[in-house]
């Protein structure tokens, strides 16, 4: 079987219209939480979304990260769609997911477990329910995480 070109990448995607989502249907690595999707093509293995966004646009600049306006570009979605990206930094990209609550657990769920604690349950009580460990709840608990976070 012949080696992908960069175009290829573009077989694997499941293309809509311009404002929506383009899934990505050909494989995936990394972790279950951080799970990407990725394409091998010219002897190179990278996200699907870099090749896509090299066809179009041309090549990332060195510093430079994709960011995707609709936090889709992970497991399972895996956004190709280019609209839906643009060049940014790492800085930005994480001020992006603390921003839009994708990394970590979301506020609503740690204000729950604060009202929880404040009402007497125990952490091992809390974190059976919401399937986290005793010491992430201890770490909400004390403030060592999510400190940044008002009631």
Not at 98 to 104: D, K, L, P, S
Not at 130 to 144: D, F, H, K, P
């Given at each position: 079987m012949p080696a992908n070109t960069p175009l290829d990448v573009f077989?694997?995607?499941?293309?809509?219209?311009?404002?929506?989502?383009w899934r990505w249907t050909g494989a995936w690595g990394g972790r279950a939480r951080e799970?990407?999707?990725?394409?091998?093509?010219?002897?190179r293995?990278?996200?699907?979304?870099?090749?896509?966004w090299e066809q179009v646009h041309g090549p990332i600049p060195e510093g430079k990260m994709i960011l995707h306006s609709c936090?889709?570009?992970?497991?399972?979605?895996?956004?190709?769609?280019?609209?839906?990206?643009?060049?940014?930094?790492?800085?930005?990209?994480?001020?992006?997911?603390?921003?839009?609550?994708?990394?970590?657990?979301?506020?609503?769920v740690v204000k729950a477990i604060r009202r929880l604690l404040e009402r007497g349950e125990t952490q091992q009580v809390i974190a059976d329910r919401?399937?986290?460990?005793?010491?992430?709840?201890?770490?909400?608990?004390?403030?060592?995480?999510?400190?940044?976070?008002?009631?």
């Open positions: 077989k694997y995607i499941e293309m809509k219209g311009p404002e929506e989502c799970r990407r999707p990725y394409f091998m093509a010219v002897g293995r990278t996200m699907s979304y870099r090749w896509v936090d889709n570009g992970g497991w399972p979605v895996g956004c190709s769609n280019p609209q839906h990206m643009r060049l940014g930094e790492q800085l930005e990209n994480s001020k992006d997911m603390t921003e839009r609550q994708r990394h970590g657990l979301p506020h609503s919401y399937g986290l460990t005793r010491e992430t709840v201890s770490a909400i608990a004390t403030q060592r995480a999510y400190k940044h976070l008002e009631e």
